[in-house]
């Protein structure tokens, strides 16, 4: 009698526990059939997918109808310090305004403060491309001495003093290819030019450039300078942060060319393209050849479709 009884209790408790138990493991069966397809086996459930990455500049082919004396880009990759760009990177062009931003680090490096007069002379020599404010600036750091300070500090292997007859001395006839500009623009970005007292100051300036290639912005001794490879960016890597950028152009009467170069740099790349091309183009055409430089080195194509790689699935 009482093992019948035991065995009728066991019975139950089977039953009743069996019960309890049914929602929560009918739950999980559902869904695992659910997500192998009622095969009756379990699988692993895909991984999301991983975001692709924001768009940047990266190297790649570029292709420009130019027509002039001289055309060349480089472009570095600050987070791998690659530098790829045009098969003649290494030559060399007449610097211009470009190199201003240099003798603002020189002078700003190993001070702990500046005047009212220095400062002002930094924003216009930055912002407004000012030639007597760099003038200023380069009488301060030494003059001559200041490019051979750039050559070692930023560690330049294409940069030589200027040696055009009867300019002799000249700052703006430094000779630079745009691979040094690209160290230049890195060497500046990364603390090494001004120090990490100055460096976000000095970039600031450099965000703050402004101006265009119209008449009313440029001026004899100064000019509007915010155009070229700026213009080539698109609103997804602008809003990424800011752009800093230093360009030079003249138009020279010794050759008859135009000689423009395009600085940007930003946390992951620094680009450079230097050109010389009659002056009958006009300055908006090296403006244009710079923008479609950068444009093209966009990594990816802004509409281009993204390839999500395809995680793999497997069924226990």
């Known amino acids: 009698m009482r093992s019948r009884v035991t065995l009728v209790l066991a019975v139950l408790a089977v039953l009743l526990g069996g019960g309890l138990l049914v929602p929560a493991a009918y739950a999980r069966l559902a869904g695992d059939d659910a997500a192998s397809g009622g095969s009756g086996g379990g699988s692993v459930a895909a991984p999301a997918p991983i975001p692709p990455l924001p768009p940047t500049l990266a190297a790649g082919p570029v292709s420009v109808d130019f027509k002039g004396e001289f055309f060349s880009w480089a472009l570095m990759d600050r987070e791998t310090d690659e530098i790829s760009g045009s098969k003649n990177l290494a030559s060399t062009s007449s610097t211009e305004s470009m190199i201003k931003a240099w ?5 700003l490096r190993e001070r702990e403060g500046i005047s009212v007069e220095r400062k002002n002379q930094i924003i216009t020599a930055i912002r407004d491309s000012n030639d007597d404010a760099a003038n200023a600036l380069y009488n301060a750091v030494g003059r001559a001495a200041t490019i051979k300070r750039m050559v070692s500090t ?14 002799v001395g000249w700052w703006s006839f430094t000779r630079m290819s745009p691979r040094d500009a690209v160290r230049l623009g890195d060497c500046i970005a990364d603390g090494t030019a001004a120090g990490p007292k100055w460096t976000k100051i000095l970039l600031n300036e450099m965000s703050k450039v402004r101006g265009s290639t119209a008449d009313k912005d440029q001026k004899a001794r100064s000019g509007g300078g915010r155009w070229g490879i700026i213009d080539g960016l698109p609103q997804s890597i602008l809003s990424q942060g800011p752009v800093h950028m230093k360009n030079g152009w003249t138009p020279l009467s010794y050759d008859g060319n135009w000689h423009v170069n395009c600085l940007a740099v930003t946390d992951k790349w620094s680009l450079a393209v230097m050109l010389r091309y009659p002056q009958k ?7 244009q050849t710079c923008a479609s430089v950068a444009s093209q080195l966009v990594t990816p194509q802004p509409g281009a479709a ?3 790689p395809q995680q793999p699935t497997g069924k226990l």
């Open 103 to 107: 003798f603002a680090a020189d002078y």
């Open 281 to 287: 183009s006009g300055l908006d055409y090296g403006a």
């Open 306 to 308: 993204l390839k999500v």
């Open 154 to 167: 930023c560690e330049l292997t294409d940069t030589k003093p200027g040696n055009v007859p009867g300019y």
